[in-house]
């Protein structure tokens, strides 16, 4: 990974974004989505993502994308990876959750679900190595 030593710049990023995940609703939605949105197939999924003017799918699209924002800082430089990676698992934790249905989200949006963790995921082999745990986990759970 990356041999550079963070910086005082790495650390504030780092826990702003700690402070914005313990905003009230961010943290509400996190755990409906991380304990209670638990679909079984890619078109239930798709059916709830795709829209409606519900408190939880406002909870689904705010989780999602507060993930993807924190990706993209990482993909783009704004922070060290390792320091990222040291403190930031959820993100790949909601990604190896509904991983099992990311071709069938992509086959029928046209995109590909959380594409900046995906990256995060292939750029940086310690992405990759927790997002294998996470994933050996789910399955372990679901055997």
Do not use: C
């Amino acid at each position: 990974m990356e041999s550079q030593i963070a910086t005082y710049h790495d650390a504030e990023l780092i826990l702003k974004l700690y402070e914005l995940r313990r905003e009230e609703v961010l943290r509400k939605a996190r755990h409906w989505l991380i304990f209670e949105f638990n679909p079984k197939t890619a078109e239930e999924f798709l059916a709830f993502a795709q829209g409606n003017d519900t408190p939880q799918h406002a909870y689904f699209r705010q989780v999602i994308s507060y993930w993807e924002m924190a990706s993209t800082l990482v993909l783009h430089g704004a922070v060290k990876a390792d320091l990222f990676l040291d403190s930031n698992g959820e993100g790949i934790f909601i990604f190896a959750k509904f991983h099992v249905f990311r071709e069938a989200i992509q086959a029928k949006t046209g995109r590909p679900f959380m594409r900046h963790t995906a990256q995060l995921i292939d750029r940086y082999p310690a992405a990759k190595d927790i997002f294998n745990a996470i994933l050996k986990s789910i399955q372990a759970r679901t055997s």
